[in-house]
């Protein structure tokens, strides 16, 4: 078996590795929600100055047997990498991953990092083998979430009347800008984590314009925002996206700012978003935190239901 780097410049060998993964983490997960293909080549072809992805590949001869990609953060978390080994399911229990996760270690510790983060997703019933894996190279869960699903179409959540609801695709509009900073920043440091010791990322202007420009190329970027009648003062955020040319929603972050809790406006907006969306949605996919109660319960009492458990690893090097 030879580990190597795929070649980028090859759209041939992307399409290869893009299906391993593909084929591979979807082998005992019925409700996965993957990076589609689109999103994919977007990140390959064109990468951000955040963060510098590595993708490996597990060759035997000519065939590819599993893939690994490393993602070395270049603004914070200077000490982190994550990782997410995939090895096709007629190819396992022969050393592949394990082979992929010492090449993704070399270079973790080559860039001067000291742990490895990855996310281990597992259904209810025949979850597979990810937690085993990774227990094997010493990986210890730090953080677990719920991978929830929701079918559309959901009643209204009514918003409270003391409450505009603003909405917007894609660019937030300028004169909202500083205001959804400031929830986006506070969402950022608000956030759960369990026992995952991350560094919030801090947006600036320019740092969420090229954010909203790179996702809109692979996303239909949708945020209905809550703003008090009383004093124009935003009270909270909800955001999905929508991968081009797919039938699922993908709902990303929603924030109430402190002094606007307690109206169900986390509820409002979502389905403020879900009500915008064509027919040909028919789904949406969410993470929480079961120890976060507030969104969790404001997502089953929506309809949303439990289809997965979400285990944030994370190993020493
Ligand atoms: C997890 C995965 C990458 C393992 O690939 P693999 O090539 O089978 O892994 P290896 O053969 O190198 O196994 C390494 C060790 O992991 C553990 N392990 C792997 N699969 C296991 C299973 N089904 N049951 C129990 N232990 C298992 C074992 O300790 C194994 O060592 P051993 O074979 O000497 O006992 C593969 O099953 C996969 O792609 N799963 C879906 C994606 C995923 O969950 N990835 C992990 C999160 S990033």
């Given at each position: 078996m030879d580990i190597r780097e795929l070649d980028a410049?090859?759209?041939?060998?992307?399409?290869?590795?893009?299906?391993?993964?593909?084929?591979?983490?979807?082998?005992?997960?019925?409700?996965?929600l993957l990076e589609g293909f689109t999103a994919f080549e977007v990140s390959v072809t064109e990468p951000g100055e955040h963060a510098h992805r590595v993708r490996l590949e597990a060759r035997d001869g000519d065939d590819l047997a599993g893939v690994a990609e490393l993602e070395l953060p270049l603004t914070e978390n200077l000490d982190v990498a994550w990782a997410?080994?995939?090895?096709?399911?007629?190819?396992?229990?022969?050393?592949?991953?394990?082979?992929?996760?010492?090449?993704?270690v070399d270079r973790a510790r080559a860039a001067g990092r000291t742990r490895i983060g990855?996310?281990?997703?597992?259904?209810?019933?025949?979850?597979?083998?990810?937690?085993?894996?990774?227990?094997?190279?010493?990986?210890?869960?730090?953080?677990?979430?719920?991978?929830?699903?929701?079918?559309?179409?959901v009643t209204a959540a009514p918003a409270d009347p003391a409450y505009d609801v603003v909405t917007w695709r894609g660019r937030c509009p300028d004169e909202h800008r500083?205001?959804?900073?400031?929830?986006?920043?506070?969402?950022?440091?608000?956030?759960?984590?369990?026992?995952?010791?991350?560094?919030?990322?801090?947006?600036?202007?320019?740092?969420?314009?090229?954010?909203?420009?790179?996702?809109?190329?692979?996303?239909?970027?949708?945020?209905?925002?809550?703003?008090r009648r009383s004093d124009g003062e935003f009270g909270g955020y909800s955001l999905?996206?929508?991968?081009?040319?797919?039938?699922?929603?993908?709902?990303?972050?929603?924030?109430?700012?402190?002094?606007?809790?307690?109206?169900?406006?986390?509820?409002?907006?979502?389905?403020?978003?879900y009500a915008d969306l064509t027919g040909d949605v028919r789904v949406v996919h969410t993470w929480t935190a079961p120890s976060n109660a507030a969104m969790h319960h404001t997502n089953t009492a929506l309809g949303f239901r439990v289809v997965e458990h979400m285990h944030e690893m994370e190993a020493a090097i």
């Open positions: 410049q090859d759209p041939a060998a992307r399409r290869a590795w893009f299906e391993v993964m593909e084929t591979s983490a979807r082998a005992n997960r019925p409700h996965a997410e080994v995939n090895v096709l399911p007629e190819r396992r229990r022969r050393g592949t991953g394990r082979l992929l996760w010492e090449a993704v990855g996310e281990v997703s597992v259904a209810p019933v025949d979850g597979g083998p990810g937690l085993e894996f990774a227990d094997a190279v010493g990986a210890v869960e730090k953080h677990r979430e719920d991978h929830l699903l929701l079918d559309l179409p500083p205001a959804y900073l400031a929830m986006r920043n506070q969402m950022n440091a608000d956030v759960p984590l369990g026992e995952l010791d991350l560094e919030p990322v801090v947006l600036d202007d320019a740092r969420l314009a090229s954010s909203e420009e790179r996702l809109m190329r692979s996303y239909d970027v949708r945020v209905a925002a809550a703003r999905l996206f929508v991968p081009h040319g797919e039938a699922y929603g993908w709902q990303d972050d929603t924030l109430v700012m402190p002094d606007h809790r307690g109206h169900r406006l986390g509820a409002a907006l979502k389905t403020v978003n």
